[in-house]
């Protein structure tokens, strides 16, 4: 969706999915309707952070159809960075981080907004650090995120996926080292992520594969569906006509199974 060359399909499938949040991201993102950014991804594994994240970078500069003086530098910079790191040679965080902001100048130079890395699975990274004391590698983070903090005309932005607090991954810590560790993730802004009742039912819905005769469940399941539509206890986040609907396609679950399966089992749902 963020990408560029604009990937059409995934933003007509936000347009449908929630109109006023692609209109709120084209209007607070000058120049997004037309252009996108240029992201780099990243999954996370017990490993380095300094030469996972350089390795990465790398391969994206490399794959990018771009030609030019300051772009051959800039690779040549960043495969030399890496090999450093490759071969335990220790690389300054300020370097890193400064050539992710020279990577975010050329990708404005080539016609991009900005510079996005997103790590998915950060929490591997940090498990890899705390079992290492690496230090440096945590405050790389810091540095990454401060520098994209204050990326001002060509943005670089650092999105790390979690699927619990920085703390967590330091519990086998020091308490000096686990403070550091707060200190570092307060350079982040926390959004969290939880699936609402109905988005859950919608889960539910998409998982299961129903035969299409029941044995006369499905009359009874949309009976009890309209009942529970009457009684007010259908998800807030559906729609009146939307949630007898829903709850029809939980079957074979009884519409009352399907209500607090979530709720009861929410991190074994799947």
Known sequence: FLGQPKDIRARELLKVADGQLYDDVCASIPGFADGGFFVTLLVGSRAPTTSTILGTLAKALASADWHGEKVEALRGRVDRLFDRARQGETISNDEVSEAFEEAAHVVRNQGGLGLVLIVDELGKLLEHAALTSGQGDVFLLQSLAERA???????????????????????????????????????????????????FLKLIVAAIERAEDMDGLGSVVESEAATAATLNISPRDLAKDEAPKVLEECAPLHPTVALVIGRLFRSKLA
């Open 149 to 199: 903090s204050r990326s001002g005309d060509c943005p670089f932005m650092f999105i790390g996926i979690l699927h619990q607090a920085f703390e967590h991954y330091a519990a086998r810590l020091g308490r000096t080292q686990q403070r550091e560790w707060r200190k570092i993730e307060g350079r982040f802004e926390a959004i969290g992520f939880m699936e609402s009742p109905g988005e």
